[in-house]
């Protein structure tokens, strides 16, 4: 009799590809950041931290070392309540990935219009970085944007909310038969999460969090947060990383063009 296969062996083998996309998503996003600091504070921390290097390799770990362990579990749970699903490209799947992206990066592309004509310091940060071409940026929202975050925000607490709220209300029904509801109201708290999971960035690059721009990082993250978590229910997670990673690219490339 032929042994079953291992139930952790896909899960592993899924966690530790995300590793040399987290490293490069990780470093890119230190050096991001440090760049987007206020002069005062990136001083400040390039002296507490002994100079870039440490920042730098701080930022890799970090990375690594939470893409994997998200990765590894959230591949458990997104299999448990039927997330998981095959991760080779479906053609039927990418045109509606693409116009959702398309729509994501466009309107986020608006920022720059809108909050960053209405508040100075959101205005200043898209002067100071966003438009000057640096290739650490565009790294960054690939790999730690489109691949770390989703694997964090998407593929384990969404799919940890969903298996949670599984079982405190409707664990007498098998995996199939989930309530709808069940996901949507999973999308809604990750996409809250994820938005208030840039509060700290926030407060670092614009100084303080007054109401304006809270309002803005919610609105912008959390809007485009259930346009992610939204792909990764009806598609896969693969799908809701190249809409969360190409939504930063087309933005870009609109501020590039027409700034």
Same mark, same amino acid.
């Given at each position: ?10 899960? /592993? ?73 095959? /991760?080779?490209?479906?053609? #039927? ?45 565009? /790294? ?43 996901? =949507? ?10 938005? #208030? ?18 309002? *803005?990082?919610?609105? /912008? ?11 990764? *229910? ?19 490339? =609109? ?5």
């Amino acid at each position: 009799m032929s042994k079953s296969p291992r139930p952790w062996m896909g899960p /592993l083998l899924f966690a530790l590809s995300l590793l040399p996309f987290a490293a490069v998503g990780g470093w890119c996003t230190g050096s991001y950041s440090l760049a987007s600091f206020p002069e005062e504070l990136r001083q400040s921390a390039l002296a507490q931290a002994g100079g870039a290097m440490p920042l730098y390799f701080a930022a890799v770990v970090q990375s690594v070392l939470l893409a994997f362990a998200c990765g590894l579990v959230g591949c458990v749970l997104a299999r448990a309540v039927g997330l998981m699903g095959p /991760l080779r490209p479906e053609k #039927a799947k990418l045109l509606p990935t693409l116009g959702i992206t398309l729509a994501c990066g466009a309107a986020f592309s608006l920022d720059y219009w809108t909050f960053g004509q209405w508040l100075p310091q959101v205005g200043a940060s898209y002067e100071s970085v966003l438009l000057t071409r640096r290739p650490d940026s565009w /790294l960054s929202a690939v790999f730690y944007g489109g691949v770390v975050e989703e694997v964090l925000l998407r593929l384990f607490c969404m799919s940890l909310a969903v298996f949670l709220l599984w079982k405190l209300f409707f664990r007498g029904r098998d995996r199939g038969e989930i309530p709808q509801g069940v996901f =949507i109201a999973a999308n809604i708290l990750c996409a809250l999460l994820f938005a #208030a999971g840039h509060l700290p960035a926030t407060a670092s690059m614009y100084g303080s969090l007054t109401p304006p721009v809270v309002a *803005r990082c919610f609105l /912008l993250n959390g809007g485009l947060g259930l346009a992610f978590g939204r792909l990764y *229910r009806k598609y896969g997670i693969q799908y809701a990383m190249v809409g969360h990673a190409g939504t930063h690219i087309l933005a870009k490339l =609109i501020w590039l063009a027409l700034v």
